[in-house]
Structures are given as C-alpha cells and as structure tokens.
C-alpha cells in the first residue's frame, strides 16, 4: 500500500494539477477551453470525460506497451482512445443529453486532444500500468480544473448564473446592472486563461523563463 502511494507517485499525481499543468504550462488542449466553457455544466462534464478516458486508456496502454509494435503505437494508442470515447459519448447521450448535444462535436474530438496522446505516448508507453493511471487522473483533472475555473468566470459574468441557477439578484438588474456578452465569446477564454497563466507564473518564479 506504500508503494502504491510513494512520494513518486504522489507528485506524478500532484504535478500536473499545478507546476505542470497541462493547459496553462504545457499549453495543450487550448481548443476546448475555448469551446465548452461558456456555461459551468458543460465544462465539468468535459473535464471529467477528459478525465476518466485519459486515466483508463493510460492503463490501457501500460498494459500493452511491451506487445505494441512500435510502428503502429500511434494507431493502436487512437483505437483504444476512440473506444473510450465511443463509450463516454454513447453514455452522455444516455443520460445527460442536454449536456450531450451542449458538447457537440467536442467529445468525438477528445479522439485528437493533446493532452491526452501527449501522455500516453510520453508516459504509458515507459510506466507501469498504476503510475499510468495516476497520471491520466492527475492530469486530467488538472485540465478540468482550468475548464472549470474558466466557465465559472464566464457563465457568472456573462449569464449572472451558475449551472443554470440566477446567482446575481434581481435587484441588481433593476439598479441597471448588465450582464457582460463578451465574456460568453470565446476570445473571452483564451483570456481569462492568460490571467490565469500569469498568476501561476507570479506565484511559481520557476515556471519564468530566464
């Protein structure tokens, strides 16, 4: 049980939740950031589907690194990802169809996000399946972290709700209070992002480039 928890695997669990993140240090998954994040619901949903296929296809992959030919990772490393998110997308229609269709074609594309590939092509194929699995975990929930933090600000700004509930009162709309339409553009994302950028980098002066 030690092992399972060693101070290794808690900072390849930890890491990309903050030092490595990868939205705001690696800069990946960029687009979706943008897409989803114009309401809270959509953007928890995402970052938990992002979260559950990068966790299991890491395993996935661990599991077969040593049978997988290495001309044809990459195509096996998209055959395992598409059916997790063949899986996800079937389930979302399920049972959360509004948020389904809010998503669009975004899930089919978490198939090509890079975060994703990006871990199972750095870190499954070297890692044991565990050490793989807590890494799609830490850097999943890393990127929905950042989806999440970004729609709060931006459906609160731009609609006065959250997860569809009117959190600004009534009386501020009487007093001339306006919501703001900008923050529902995207542009607006890729902003709020960089502010979140620039506050991770004044906080961690070892994230600043020399």
């Not at 290794?8 to 993140?21: D, R």
């Not at 990772?73 to 399920?94: G, P």
């Not at 975060?115 to 929905?144: K, Q, T």
């Not at 999440?148 to 006065?160: H, K, M, P, T, Y």
């Amino acid at each position: 049980m030690s092992q399972l928890f060693s101070k290794k695997n808690k900072e390849v669990f930890s890491t990309p939740l903050g030092l490595n993140n990868p939205v705001t240090v690696q800069v990946l998954g960029i687009c979706s950031a943008l897409a989803v994040t114009a309401k809270l619901e959509p953007a928890i949903v995402m970052g938990l589907s992002v979260t559950v296929i990068t966790a299991f296809s890491n395993v996935v992959i661990s599991m077969l690194r040593k049978t997988i030919p290495n001309r044809i990772r990459i195509i096996v490393q998209l055959v395992v990802v598409a059916a997790l998110v063949t899986i996800v997308s079937e389930i979302l229609k399920a049972f959360a169809y509004d948020v389904s269709v809010q998503l669009s074609v975004y899930v089919g594309l978490i198939i090509t996000n890079c975060i994703l590939m990006g871990r199972l092509e750095a870190f499954a194929m070297a890692n044991a399946p565990w050490e793989s699995f807590l890494d799609g975990v830490g850097n999943g929930l890393g990127y929905a972290k950042i989806l999440i933090i970004v729609a709060f600000f931006r459906e609160l700004l731009g609609s006065g709700t959250l997860l569809n509930f009117r959190i600004i009162p009534e009386a501020f709309y009487n007093m001339g209070y306006l919501n703001n339409g900008l923050m529902l553009m995207p542009p607006m994302a890729l902003i709020i992002v960089a502010c979140i950028i620039w506050y991770q980098r004044a906080k961690h002066k070892e994230l600043q480039e020399n």
